[in-house]
Nanobody, 126 residues
Framework: VQLQASGGGLVQTGGSLRLSCAAS????????VGWFRQAPGKAREIVAA????????YYADSVKGRFTISRDNAENTVHLQMNSLKPEDTAVYYC????????????????????WGQGTLVTVSS
């Protein structure tokens, strides 16, 4: 299983980026997918997650109302639309699939995710 995260870059405060997570070797529509981020010197944290069905989502308080996670099952891809970006959003963003086939809901713990992408850097300038 390989996950490829893409779409990062340099953007000014208030700008937008759309991250994509493409998978090979695993059908993403059968698993919950999470987006995580890790800023320099900080622990990796969950940003958003979406259940396999798309009916359940989770957002960290810091991104609620600004970020949207969505699925494109035809492309076996999950996206993270990031709007109104702030300098504190600067981090390497990772996508991951959880370990539960058709699992109920979403999970917030990093330990529940077994396959990870390589990360894509998002830099928000002030």
């Amino acid at each position: 299983v390989q996950l490829q995260a893409s779409g990062g870059g340099l953007v000014q405060t208030g700008g937008s980026l759309r991250l994509s997570c493409a998978a090979s070797g695993r059908t993403l529509s059968n698993y919950a997918v999470g987006w995580f981020r890790q800023a320099p010197g900080k622990a990796r944290e969950i940003v958003a997650a979406i259940s396999w069905s798309g009916k359940s989502t989770y957002y960290a308080d810091s991104v609620k109302g600004r970020f949207t996670i969505s699925r494109d099952n035809a492309e076996n891809t999950v996206h993270l639309q990031m709007n109104s970006l702030k300098p504190e959003d600067t981090a390497v963003y990772y996508c991951a699939t959880d370990r539960w086939y058709l699992g109920l809901g979403v999970r917030r713990s990093l330990n529940e995710y077994d396959y990870w992408g390589q990360g894509t850097l998002v830099t928000v300038s002030s």
